[in-house]
């Protein structure tokens, strides 16, 4: 089983929609969560860290449920430049591989005028 | 400052043949890390440097050697290239103490 799971859509929303993204992770013990973004052929860079009472910012909010190891994001109001492939991160932060993440195979989200 | 930066950013090979891949950081992070990135696959971890002097495998190291060279530059060596490698490389790295970790733009890998 992998240790990050993600629909990998795609997601094809207009400008000023409202739309959510889920994954689940496999290790209950996971340590911290993580929410990357990655433009065409670009590298992956940090949207937000995911905390376990939620966290809001701007347009993007995350949530984390420990019980059923879920991960969401919701985008509200779309812009185009939301378009991107947002991966799922996870730390299962075990020991020796402190530090070492895992990532989802990403969902892609494409936002049209 | 420029981050993480990668050379070379293509490269084509021919079965067999060898190539490394250089990453260097210049914000004094003590973690290093090779990714490699497959469509439908995700990135899947090769090789991480927790600090200079150490390497450990990661989820998928076959067919790949590295080398920590020093703090900041961290490289990925494949000695004998196969068509299963073609893919896209990321390097990263990480601060101590905190968890994002920050990539260089990626090698763009083709082997025939």
């Known amino acids: 089983r992998k240790e990050v799971e993600q629909d990998p859509g795609p997601f094809n929303v207009p400008e000023g929609a409202t739309v959510a993204f889920n994954c689940t992770y496999s290790?209950?013990?996971?340590?911290?969560f993580f929410w990357y973004r990655q433009d065409c052929r670009k590298e992956p860079k940090l949207l937000m860290s995911?905390?376990?009472s939620g966290n809001e910012d701007g347009r993007f909010t995350a949530q984390l449920n420990r019980a059923s190891q879920y991960i969401s994001l919701l985008i509200r109001d779309s812009k185009l430049s939301d378009s991107a492939t947002y991966l799922c991160?996870?730390?299962?932060?075990?020991?020796?591989?402190?530090?070492?993440?895992?990532f989802g195979r990403g969902t892609q989200l494409t936002v049209w005028p | 400052n420029a981050g993480v930066t990668q050379t070379p950013k293509f490269q084509v090979l021919k079965t067999g043949q060898s190539m490394t891949l250089q990453c260097a950081q210049d914000m004094n992070h003590n973690s290093m890390y090779w990714y490699r990135q497959d469509p439908g696959m995700g990135l899947r971890l090769i090789y991480y440097?927790?600090?200079?002097?150490?390497?450990d495998k990661g989820e998928v190291p076959n067919g790949y050697n590295v080398s920590r060279l020093n703090k900041r530059e961290f490289s990925l060596r494949l000695e004998s290239a196969a068509p299963s490698q073609t893919s896209v490389y990321f390097c990263?790295?990480?601060?101590?103490?905190?968890?994002?970790?920050?990539f260089g733009p990626g090698t763009r890998l083709l082997v025939l």
């Open positions: 290790n209950s013990a996971s340590q911290s």
């Open positions: 995911v905390y376990s």
């Open positions: 990263a790295s990480r601060r101590q103490g905190q968890e994002t970790q920050y």
């Open positions: 991160v996870v730390n299962p932060g075990r020991g020796s591989t402190l530090g070492r993440l895992y």
């Open positions: 440097s927790a600090s200079e002097g150490t390497t």
